[in-house]
């Protein structure tokens, strides 16, 4: 069966300090993979997707960045952080968004 | 613009009470499913539904399509304290990508015992 793992569960970091959550999925090939971030309690923003290795989507412009060095590895990544950017960031992925997402259990960042 | 409504936002009933959240669209969707988000955990796909007043089940919950596609609901018979969540609905928009997933703000539901 199929698994995605994310990790740290949560990070408190610094204002200006770097960032790198990682995502792995085991049990399938080739997924389609996805960053998202969600505000306190409510809906998900799309930050990244990626279809294949070195592939990477943004959706929005920000301070973050996502690479994709393995087929069932995904990074987000951060050169500063900024106040804004805290958040609960949650990965998941896909054959197919058709039939629905598998999410991992989510990074709970802080900035301070 | 939101693309996905979902209603209400938050919901607060005693347990064993009914209670029917929903989703709504003017645009067509190829597929639509509801995922229940517990606190500090990513969400979990509860159904998806593809065809137009299609109508599942999972115990005690009712999910329907509606028939022309853009709009969906979720009913809880006997609401219990362990349903207690954040209810996602998402889906993917008609002509659109099959990749990317559209997602409701949520509903946010308590029931206390």
């Known amino acids: 069966s199929q698994t995605i793992h994310q990790w740290p569960a949560t990070l408190v970091q610094p204002v200006g300090s770097p960032l790198s959550l990682e995502c792995t999925v085991e049990?399938?090939?080739?997924?389609?993979l996805y960053w998202y971030r969600q505000a306190a309690g409510r809906g998900l923003q799309l930050l990244f997707y990626?279809?294949?290795?070195?592939?990477i989507s943004s959706e929005v412009p920000q301070n973050l960045s996502a690479s994709r060095p393995q087929d069932r590895q995904f990074i987000l990544s951060s050169k500063k952080l900024l106040l804004s950017d805290s958040g609960f960031y949650l990965c998941?992925?896909?054959?197919?968004?058709?039939?629905?997402?598998?999410f991992g259990s989510g990074t709970r960042l802080t900035v301070v | 613009t939101q693309l996905l409504e979902q209603s209400p936002q938050f919901l607060s009933i005693q347990e064993g009470e009914n209670l029917t959240v929903y989703c709504n669209s003017s645009s067509v969707f190829s597929s639509l499913q509801w995922y229940r988000q517990e606190p500090g955990e990513g969400p979990v796909l509860l159904v998806t539904v593809v065809t137009g007043g299609e109508v599942k089940k999972l115990k005690r919950l009712t999910f329907q399509f509606g028939d022309a596609r853009k709009d969906s609901s979720l009913h809880i018979t006997a609401a219990q304290p362990g349903d207690t969540g954040l209810y996602l609905c998402a889906g993917v928009r008609y002509g659109g990508s099959q990749g990317n997933l559209i997602f409701g703000k949520g509903t946010k539901l308590s029931v206390k015992p």
């Open positions: 990626s279809v294949g290795i070195g592939q």
């Open positions: 049990g399938t090939s080739n997924p389609n």
């Open positions: 998941a992925w896909s054959r197919t968004g058709y039939y629905g997402y598998t």
